[in-house]
């Protein structure tokens, strides 16, 4: 009989490369001890997450907490300096062209173009993701309908309203249909019928094709009400990871979860409400964490 089958302390001991392997399967969102530096600033600390199919993971924290670090390195966009990261089944380091046909990212920063319409944009994204031909319009005009963008489709983006570009960008996102989405800041600047409309639309998705979500907040009532548990940041390292539930009775038996963020001292940035001002209030955001 081959020696991995044994008792599982067994397994741990005799197949560690196996047992990692099933480990790892079980999770559609894995780190261990993922660290990032830029030259002598630690922005991301030996951090260690996961998250199973179909789960909103939130992570909330301070601006220049390294909430969109570690995002990017985990989409890909940034090298790992150390430790490991697995998405839908497969190492970010080691095989980045598979993560990313499985991955959805919505940036803070603005990733529409303005001197597109929206139907261009989301044509544009469909061609990269190499969604058949065949099947283009009819997601694009789902996604346009879904977000509530069918009636300005043809109006360039440049004449959106902040809300119209956040929407237009999430559509981008979903149009192959990832494993996994990553959505940094994604209401940001919406109002909140706006808001409720993306968030109906992202609960569709974990319930009905079980997509995992990681999503950054500083609406913590957003983050309380729609994510199964939440990490929080500081300084590049995870101080609490729990359900919304925990985090609060961890506070207090009145705590809301405001109290826990406050506890790391962290702020809204204001949102505003043009192509121009969502561009830059995203890129401040963006230097900062």
């Not at 173009?113 to 009819?138: F, H, K």
């Not at 979903?174 to 940094?184: A, C, G």
């Not at 109002?191 to 409720?196: F, G, K, S, T």
């Not at 990490?231 to 925990?246: C, D, F, K, R, W």
Request: net charge neutral; charged share 20%; proline share 4%.
């Amino acid at each position: 009989m081959n020696s991995c089958v044994q008792s599982s302390s067994d397994l741990n001991r005799l197949c560690p490369t196996l047992n990692s392997t099933i480990q790892t399967a079980a999770f559609a969102l894995l780190t261990t001890e993922l660290t990032k530096r830029f030259g002598d600033k630690l922005a991301v600390d030996r951090v260690s997450l996961s998250a199973r199919p179909g789960e909103i993971l939130g992570l909330i924290g301070p601006n220049g907490a390294g909430k969109s670090t570690l995002i990017k390195m985990l989409s890909t966009l940034l090298p790992v300096t150390s430790g490991r990261a697995v998405i839908a089944g497969y190492d970010v380091a080691e095989s980045p062209a598979e993560v990313r046909r499985r991955i959805g990212y919505v940036p803070q920063l603005v990733s529409a173009d303005g001197s597109l319409t929206g139907y261009e944009n989301l044509l544009l994204s469909a061609r990269l993701y190499a969604i058949p031909r065949a099947e283009r319009r009819d997601r694009i005009r789902q996604a346009l309908d879904i977000m509530g963008l069918s009636s300005s489709a043809d109006q360039l983006v440049q004449r959106y309203s902040g809300g119209m570009i956040r929407r237009l960008e999430i559509a981008q996102s979903l149009l192959h249909r990832p494993e996994v989405l990553f959505l940094d800041e994604p209401t940001v600047g919406l109002d909140p019928v706006a808001r409720q409309a993306v968030w109906q639309h992202v609960l569709h998705l974990k319930d009905v094709l079980r997509t995992t979500m990681l999503v950054t907040t500083h609406y913590m009532e957003e983050a309380d009400e729609l994510c199964d548990r939440i990490a929080l940041i500081h300084h590049g390292q995870i101080s609490a990871v729990g359900t919304p539930v925990e985090l609060k009775a961890g506070v207090g038996p009145d705590a809301t979860l405001d109290d826990v963020f406050a506890k790391l001292a962290g702020g809204e940035l204001p949102a505003q409400d043009d192509y121009k001002s969502v561009r830059r209030t995203r890129a401040s955001a963006r230097s900062h964490g």
